[in-house]
């Protein structure tokens, strides 16, 4: 079932850094905002059917706002874009959420955060909730590793400077010396059954970091990933392939040159998209027969393997057909 449409105002809107961008959203007179946990994102409506992502920047205990850091991507489609240059304190803006697709292992001894860039908004969220005195005194533990180009291109550094961060905090620059800047193969050597690791920024920082890890040993389970983005290309050799949908029996075809997303919604079919890049999990959708041929990087390796789900807006079909549950 699809939520409702929260209705919330900007209470201000400020620079972080010269591209990254802070909002905080306040519930309307009379309504309050529902809680959220760390590592949560809010959906933001953006108008002409633009609809974007962005993760929550604060600790789940500030009740009163939801707090959200959004990049400016040079090569934005939109979202981005419209944050930066036309939303404006005092507006409202509709969103759903909060939803959650990066939780925090409720078991881990042990919390290894790895930030690179924009990355840093869920695990501040995170960071801030470990260390919170009821976290502590439960035997909360965690260290955040904080990666950015340069000093000037990092947001939420005196946050991150506060006396309850300060000392699990570490910091790495592209532009610093050769001792400070991040050594994902040196940090991740030696597995810990107690340590989950969770790592969010850009696609070539997350699938270095999940290679360290997977090269050293470390199990799956313990790895916690969340993408910003994703390349989404057609590839050589790609070939057309139909799609049933089990409720009313229609078939309908995709093209070598379109994506099963679109050649759904031209037909007719009512299909809940957001990012169009197989991040956000939006058109997850699930699969009765078939074989997907999965693109996006919002499943886990088991759930691909599983074969039980995909997403529309980037994924194919290795079969000549699949079946889904639409």
Known sequence: MTEPLLTLRVARKQAATDRICTLELEALPGQTLPPFTPGAHLELQLGEGLVRQYSLVNAPSERGLYRLGVLLDPQSRGGSRAVHEHVQAGQTLQVRGPRNHFALEPSARHHLLLAGGIGITPLLSMAQHLAHPEQQAAGARFSLHYAARSRAQAAYLERLAEPDLAARVQHHFDDGPPEQRLDLSALLAR??????????????????????????????????YEYFGATVQAQAGDRGFEIELARSGKTVWV????????????????????????????????????????????????????????????????????????
């Open 191 to 224: 597995p810990d059954a107690g340590t989950h690791v969770y790592v969010c920024g850009p696609q070539g920082f997350i699938e270095a970091t999940l290679a360290a890890a997977r090269q050293a040993g470390w199990p799956e389970a313990q790895l916690h």
């Open 255 to 326: 093209a070598p040159d379109c994506s099963a997303a679109d050649a759904l919604t031209a037909a007719g079919v009512p299909l809940m998209t957001a990012c169009l890049q197989g991040v956000c999990g939006t058109c997850l959708t699930p699969v009765l027969s078939g074989q997907p041929e999965h693109r996006d990087a919002y499943l886990s390796a088991e759930e691909k393997a599983a074969n039980q789900q995909f997403l529309p807006c980037c994924s194919r079909a290795v079969s000549e057909r699949l079946v889904l549950d639409l």
